[in-house]
């Protein structure tokens, strides 16, 4: 089984997690942001990595810290549990609808992290997030995971929509990409002979 966990505790946020990128897609998450929570919870969900997510940070300050913070912890929790990445797939890329939206997410597994961020939301709020904190997440985590990471709304009204098709991507895209290659199963896929 491919495991990592982290705690990771600072002045501003504590939080526990464990993933098993060869689970069955349970999760439990608490961050005490109801709507990241659910986003979460879908990436467990559709992606079929275990995930457990605890976290407790300064809410009544705002929601930044916490939301930075769990996308830090959960990619270097999905690294941990990638090791030296043999004989993974690496690349993945998903498009998903939801109602009237499409959503692309492209991923390389590929330790040179970077965020390319092409979504437009129409509201500033879903729930109590703020939605500019959504970049701040997938940001972090791309971050921290080593992760070339491209995330485009094709098109939509609906900004809940949006939003979770993006991590319904990113879940079915991390699925692919951490799967192991029957015929590869002992490679690591690149020409570096590393990642």
Not at 25 to 44: P, R, V, W, Y
Not at 59 to 75: N, P, R
Not at 86 to 111: C, F, H, Q
Not at 130 to 146: C, I, N, P, R, V
């Amino acid at each position: 089984m491919r495991k990592g966990s982290i705690k990771r505790e600072t002045k501003e946020t504590l939080i526990n997690v464990e993933v098993n990128l060869d689970g069955t897609g349970q999760s439990k998450i608490n961050t005490g942001i109801g709507f990241l929570d659910h986003m979460m919870e879908q990436i467990a969900k559709h992606s079929l990595i275990d995930i457990n997510l605890e976290a407790k940070g300064d809410l009544h300050i705002d929601l930044h810290h916490t939301t930075e913070d769990s996308g830090i912890a959960f990619g270097e929790a999905l690294k941990k549990a990638l090791g030296d990445k043999k004989g993974i797939k690496r690349y993945a890329s998903a498009t998903i609808p939801m109602d009237e939206t499409l959503s692309r997410v492209s991923l390389d597994l590929s330790n040179r992290p970077y965020l390319v961020w092409k979504v437009k939301l129409a509201v500033e709020k879903l729930g109590e997030m703020d939605t500019e904190l959504f970049k701040e997440w997938y940001h972090a985590f791309s971050q921290s995971a080593g992760i070339t990471l491209h995330v485009e709304n094709i098109y939509g009204d609906n900004s809940h929509h949006i939003i979770e098709s993006c991590y319904k991507g990113l879940a079915r895209a991390l699925r692919e990409a951490v799967t192991v290659d029957p015929r590869a199963e002992n490679i690591i896929p690149s020409t570096k002979g590393t990642i």
